[in-house]
């Protein structure tokens, strides 16, 4: 039973007591590397972010997750510490060292709880820390922290075209390619002085 807690707590989309929020994220499309030894936190996680808009890869092991890194550098990488042959520290350093992944952000992940987990992230270099069991409000909040700071592009906002109430199927196709981002005038009738 103590599993369905984890999965729901992992599958929510809000922490309890918290009101629906906006967070920032990445461009869309960006493609983010999940680094973790279990099959279904890559799922999920892996999920979580595809939901958002973002292409995802998935590695179960250190040795895997510097390969696909160093081929093509990731926008992001989610790295697990405990993995097995070469840890996420190892990992985290490595990537750090190379030049051509030594500029991507880093979130490390673990189940562990004590704080020195925390500072030794800190120390090689990682960006951020989340906690597992984590749900869908903690990652965006990681992806939202490292906009902030510049270290991932903002997603620019997405355009709102309004159409009139009436307006035939056939012509919604035209009318799209031909929109604008100036607002269309309004016709307001004089009035009488």
């Not at 092991?61 to 990488?77: C, K, N, Q, V």
């Not at 070469?86 to 880093?106: E, K, S, Y």
């Not at 997603?155 to 604008?180: D, G, H, Q, Y």
């Amino acid at each position: 039973m103590a599993g369905m807690g984890f999965l729901k707590r992992l599958l929510s989309s809000a922490t309890p007591g918290q009101g629906e929020q906006t967070w920032r994220k990445t461009t869309h499309g960006a493609r983010i590397l999940v680094v973790d030894d279990s099959a279904t936190i890559r799922a999920v996680l892996g999920r979580m972010l595809e939901v958002d808009g973002y292409e995802v890869v998935r590695a179960a092991d250190g040795e895997s997750a510097l390969e696909m890194a160093r081929a093509e550098p990731p926008a992001m990488i989610f790295l697990d510490i405990v993995l097995p042959g070469m840890n996420g520290f190892a990992v985290l350093r490595a990537l750090r060292h190379d030049p051509a992944t030594q500029h991507v952000p880093i979130v490390m992940i673990s189940g562990n709880q004590q704080a020195t987990e925390q500072f030794y992230v800190q120390r090689f270099g990682a960006d951020d820390f989340i906690s597992k069991p984590f749900g869908q409000s903690e990652v965006a909040r990681s992806i939202d922290r490292l906009v902030g700071f510049g270290r991932l592009s903002a997603r620019e906002a997405a355009k709102v075209v309004s159409l009139p109430v009436s307006v035939p199927v056939e012509t919604i196709p035209a009318m799209l390619a031909n929109a604008t981002d100036e607002p269309a005038p309004i016709d307001v009738p004089e009035m009488a002085a």
